[in-house]
């Protein structure tokens, strides 16, 4: 069985034992030591945003930071001793010296603004998923949280179960034989899409500050066509079904099948149609990616939209493919829902299963905040595994939008043969907003 890299395991493999380091080696004043409790931030503290918070509930809540005051109502009465903000950058640098952790749980469009700002002044950093809204904004966290030595992880609760771990040992243990194929699918989306911007400008609710909500996107016309759930939709804000769910649904394949070892692939993409405003009412994305460190060449196909695979010919005829599912093929097993099918072969395989060899994960929040307190690099962090795995999901927009076969450069994070593909690498900031 092929022994476990650092690399592989992004920095997960060698877990260290739990020791206390002093103050001046997390980088001063501001941080403090590991036996101490973290002081903690959130940006974005309702909806999902809520539940994250509360995962970091066992330490220090400082301070809390929402443009709507009604959806940030539930924490902010849960956590009374936390003091209020509604724009970010005020309470970074207001209660900057009692912060060593922040939360991100924003719409997609603010996520690296965010992210970064805290990364620059040292702050440990929790972001939500899909971890940018752009391929550009999802390199520069990586090297930012790199340069300033900071923990990160992606808001991915899958990527610290047990069945993720699972799936590594049976690829890299050799159970399913070289994998060829994947395919992913989602009931999303559970919005609108493929629609066009809204015409009437009703009022904006008193307890949102809409400005801000809008934060580094182009300025538009409150409308709740967009907040407070119905943004990731829109191309200014979200980044579509694929944005939503793909960044926990490619998680455990990016890390068992190394596609972050590729250094080109490509995507291309067949959809209902999308417009300047929306993605579109369905997609299906396919990414081609070469052979990369042994593992051989892989097909992964992303469904959306009501979109769903051909039924896997070993499938128990009393099995239905559900609203969203994965199938793994590879030359001696295909898997779905986790399990090797059919079953008989899942009983017969049963005793000569790999033992486990990959650490096992406490939890996302639990790693996160051992992390900042000096323990081992969580498994989802920014330069190594979230920045890269974004990078590869949002490449696949980059065909929706262009209508077109894209031949994507990881190095170099360009697309060689279609070059208006580029015009959406990266977007321009709305003034006063800044990356």
Known sequence: MERITRRAFVGGAAALAFSVVSRHVLGGEAHQAPSDTLG???VGVGGKGSSDVRGMGG?????????????AAGNLKRFPKAQHFKDFRVMLEKCGSQIDAVTVSTPDHVHAPAAMMAIRMGKHCFTQKPLTHSIYEARQLGLAAREHKVATIMGVQGLCTESHRILCEWVWGDVLGPV???HIWTNRPIWPQGIPRPKDTPPCP???DWDLWLGPAPKRPYHPAYAPFKWRGWWDFGTGALGDIACHAFDAIFWSMKLGLAKTFEVEATHSGCNAETFPKWSVITYQFPERGGMAPMKLVWYDGGKKPPRPKD????RKLGGGGEIIIGDKATTYGGRIVP???????????PDKSIPRSPGIYKEFIRACKGGP????????FAGPLTEIVLAGNLAVKTGKKI???VEKLRCTNVPEANNYVRRDYRKGWTL
């Open 40 to 42: 903690v931030a959130g």
């Open 59 to 71: 330490e220090n809540i400082v301070a809390l930071c929402d443009v709507d005051a009604k959806r």
């Open 180 to 182: 060829r194929e994947v």
């Open 206 to 208: 008193k307890t949102l």
């Open 315 to 318: 499938l128990d005829p009393k």
């Open 343 to 353: 079953e008989a072969k899942m009983k017969e395989l049963r005793s000569s299963l």
């Open 377 to 384: 690099p969580t498994v989802g962090n920014f330069p190594d």
């Open 407 to 409: 031949a994507w450069d």
